[in-house]
Nanobody
Framework: QVQLVESGGGLVQPGGSLRLSCAAS????????MGWYRQAPGKQRELVAAIRSGGMTDYAGSVKGRFTIFKDNAKNTVYLQMNSLKPEDTAVYYCNSPLLPVYSWGQGTQVTVSS
């Protein structure tokens, strides 16, 4: 069973940066597409960034130009570099496949953007 462990969240001021990490079991990072989702209180979980096995990336309009998804196949790890953070980026962030069926969800990592 695939295990996903997210880390790197925290409290940051508006305009700040954070880098999230997602460590995956097995070799799914190198052979499958991966994505970062987020879920804010009272809202549905949304996909904000995805990276294909070959490295092509896609972003939600709300984060395009501010977030960058990348991966290290050797470490089976996917990253999300988040710059110019806004209060509306506050959410629990998860990694998973951007395609159905998804893997079992990890615990996520909390990102709070506040002054």
């Amino acid at each position: 069973q695939v295990q996903l462990v997210e880390s790197g969240g925290g409290l940051v001021q508006p305009g700040g940066s954070l880098r999230l990490s997602c460590a995956a079991s097995g070799t799914i990072v190198s052979i499958n597409a991966m994505g970062w989702y987020r879920q804010a209180p009272g809202k549905q979980r949304e996909l904000v960034a995805a990276i294909r096995s070959g490295g092509m990336t896609d972003y939600a309009g709300s984060v395009k130009g501010r977030f960058t998804i990348f991966k290290d196949n050797a470490k089976n790890t996917v990253y999300l570099q988040m710059n110019s953070l806004k209060p509306e980026d506050t959410a629990v962030y998860y990694c998973n496949s951007p395609l159905l069926p998804v893997y079992s969800w990890g615990q996520g990592t909390q990102v709070t953007v506040s002054s």
